[in-house]
């Protein structure tokens, strides 16, 4: 995954979880690789029914593979495994606050709302879409159907 290299722009963003604790976290750019296939795999991995939980995980631990925690000497560690982002990250709301964080960080091309508008804004054109396909497979149903009758 994409841990190989230096942070990039790296800053602080204290990020709170269940309960009201707060943690620091290092934030960085990605990389141009690496910002690519994220900005292709997470609208589509995260939307229901539609993406597998194995590419959701897969593009939350790329994209937080650019993201570090202050060790007590003061060095970073990236969190580049699964077993690195449970160890530092304490709960599921302080986890979707940083990716939110990250994606928010790293894509302007979101617009006004940020990265939760877009998948809305997703969901709401798929849901267009999968009426429209329902409604003409019913109608080309319904007219297998009377064909057959009329047999």
Known sequence: MGASHELIEPVDRIISGRGGNEKTFVLSYLDC?????????????????????????????????????????????????????????????????????????NFDFFGPGGPLSSVEGLLKQGAVLITQMLTQSLASSSQQASHRTQS
Not at 49 to 59: F, N
Not at 98 to 105: A, G, Q, R, T, V
């Open 33 to 105: 690789v690496d910002g690519r296939k994220i900005a292709a795999m997470y609208p589509v991995a995260n939307m229901p029914r539609l993406g597998d939980y194995k590419s959701s995980e897969e593009a939350m631990q790329l994209l937080l593979s650019h993201v570090g925690v202050y060790r007590s000497d003061g060095t970073i560690l990236r969190l580049s495994t699964l077993d690195l982002i449970r160890n530092h990250v304490p709960d599921p709301i302080m986890l979707m606050k940083l990716e939110y964080s990250m994606l928010d960080h």
